[in-house]
């Protein structure tokens, strides 16, 4: 067998993981809310600023500027927050076939939020389902 042979598998190995990060700009996609958070998953189209931002705030912390969510007119604390972006995502993805072919590009790039590295941010929510994803197409889906 040929070195060759191996170099598909290597390539796969060698995937980065997604992640996410704060500060410097070293990223690939922005995944904050845009135009004062009326641009989000709910109200964007694929790839245009603020397309995977959350729609709900988290408004029950020490630092934050939001006395409510705007979308639902509710108090959320970080991880409510975080929790509910991750339903919306999943709806989407069943629903939205355009989204869910730009969603799937996001596997092993660098996402940029302002959440620090040891908040839960909705960007785990993203991490999360783009690792489930992966799995299940490793697995080879039953046709
Ligand atoms: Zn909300
Ligand atoms: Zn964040």
């Not at 809310?33 to 729609?55: D, E, F, I, Q, Y």
Request: glycine fraction near 4%; hydrophobic fraction near 25%.
């Amino acid at each position: 067998m040929s070195n060759e042979d191996f170099q598909p598998f290597l390539r796969f190995k060698e995937t980065p993981r997604t992640t996410r990060i704060s500060q410097g700009d070293e990223w690939d996609v922005d995944i904050r809310r845009a135009n004062k958070g009326k641009r989000n998953l709910l109200h964007t189209p694929p790839k245009n600023k603020g397309w995977l931002g959350n729609p709900h705030r988290i408004t029950e912390e020490e630092d934050t500027k939001w006395d409510i969510c705007l979308h639902c007119n509710e108090k959320h604390t970080r991880q409510e927050a975080v929790r509910l972006y991750e339903e919306l995502l999943r709806a989407k993805l069943r629903f939205d076939s355009e989204f869910m072919v730009e969603f799937e590009k996001l596997y092993g790039k660098t996402l940029k939020c302002d959440c620090s590295r040891k908040q839960l941010c909705h960007g785990d929510a993203i991490i999360k389902i783009l690792e489930e994803r992966e799995k299940q197409s490793e697995r080879g889906s039953p046709s």
